[in-house]
C-alpha cells in the first residue's frame, strides 16, 4: 500500500517540477491560465510559480512521511524474519534430540 502512494506521490512531484521548469521557460509577460472547474481563469507568472513551489513542498513532505512509514515496515518485517528463523532453529535443535533420544532407547 505505501509503495503505491509513494509511486503516486513521486508521479505527484515530477508533473510538478516539470511545471516548474516549463515556467522558467516563459517570458515574463507571457499569459498564464489555471483551469478552475470549468473555467479557465487567468493568473499571474509569479503567483503561479509560488502556488506550484508551495505545491512541491507540500509533497515532498508527503514523500518523506510515506518513505517513513515504508522503512518502519521493513523494519518490522525484519525483525519477524529474524523472529521466525530463530524459532525454525530452535524446532530444528529439538527435532535433532528428539532424534538423538530415539537412537539412545
Not at 528463523?85 to 528428539?98: P, T, V
Amino acid at each position: 500500500k505505501h509503495y503505491v502512494n509513494r509511486e503516486q506521490i513521486m508521479t505527484q512531484l515530477n508533473e510538478n517540477e516539470g511545471v516548474l521548469k516549463e515556467f522558467g521557460l516563459l517570458e515574463g509577460d507571457a499569459q498564464i491560465f489555471k483551469l478552475v472547474g470549468p473555467v479557465l481563469v487567468k493568473q499571474d507568472l509569479d503567483d503561479s510559480k509560488a502556488n506550484v513551489e508551495k505545491r512541491i513542498t507540500y509533497i515532498k513532505g508527503q514523500l518523506e512521511d510515506v518513505e517513513k512509514l515504508i522503512k518502519e515496515g521493513e523494519e518490522a518485517v525484519g525483525k519477524k524474519q529474524e523472529e521466525a528463523a530463530a524459532l525454525q532453529n530452535r524446532y530444528n535443535e529439538q527435532q535433532a534430540q528428539a532424534q538423538q533420544a530415539e537412537l539412545l532407547q
